[in-house]
């Protein structure tokens, strides 16, 4: 099947820039998306990007996709504590009509020092 | 977007019993999905909640253990059933309105004890 991978774990200090980053394996992946999980909490959607695209930027959120490598990145600039958390990457491939499943990494564990 | 709500948020179960979670959304969407997430690890999709007809599992999943129901395009239920401490994850409901954006529920914490 299909895999995502990402590093576990991101520690940086408050107001530095975190870079989160992922690896897929579906060369037929249409959307990418980075998720946010606090603590207890379900999933927040951050931002995505449509595989046809290399960049998208969204407030202190800036998505890279490298579509030849297969690698996703997420920066978050002027980092902050609220922003601890998990971060997860998905990828949803092309696998015919009506196919919305979404593929998971295990998460990035981002921790912010104070 | 979609708010997804879900209940119940938590749940402390005895094994060998019910339990049924309820996913709503205040919009028709497309596609509703249930995933598990085991303690520590990322997400496992168990299986897609078609409307009107039998849910579609994934390798591992099967309708006995986990049935599931969507009577309408705003509305699914998972149940976990005859419950044992490996069934203790956090169970998301998830829910497309198109072919973009994926939005999940906050999640239904559940310890079998």
């Known amino acids: 099947g299909e895999d995502v991978e990402q590093s576990l774990f991101l520690s940086v200090r408050e107001g530095d820039s975190s870079v989160i980053n992922c690896t897929y394996t579906d060369s037929s992946s249409t959307y990418l998306y980075w998720y946010k999980q606090e603590p207890g909490a379900g999933l927040q959607l951050l931002t995505y990007?449509?595989?046809?695209?290399d960049m998208k930027q969204d407030q202190r959120l800036t998505v890279l996709l490298n579509k030849k490598d297969k690698h996703l990145s997420l920066r978050i600039a002027d980092t902050q504590t609220g922003d601890s958390a998990i971060y997860f990457c998905a990828e949803k491939g092309d696998s015919g009509a009506g196919s919305y499943q979404l593929t998971f990494g295990k998460g990035t564990k981002l921790s912010v020092i104070p | 977007s979609a708010v997804i709500s879900q209940k119940p948020s938590r749940d402390i179960c005895q094994r060998g019993t019910s339990l049924t979670i309820q996913c709503q959304v205040d919009?028709?969407?497309?596609?509703m999905f249930w995933y598990r997430q085991q303690p520590g690890q990322s997400l496992t999709l168990i299986a897609t909640?078609?409307?009107?007809?039998?849910?579609?599992?994934e390798s591992g999943f099967v309708i006995d253990k986990f049935p599931i129901s969507r009577p309408n395009l705003t509305f699914s239920t998972l149940t976990v059933s005859n419950m044992s401490p490996e069934d203790s994850s956090i169970y998301l409901c998830?829910?497309?309105?198109?072919?973009?954006?994926?939005?999940f529920g906050q999640g239904t914490r559940l310890t079998v004890v």
């Open positions: 990007i449509f595989s046809n695209m």
């Open positions: 919009s028709q969407v497309t596609m």
């Open positions: 909640a078609n409307q009107g007809s039998e849910a579609t599992y």
């Open positions: 998830s829910a497309h309105g198109g072919n973009t954006e994926a939005f």
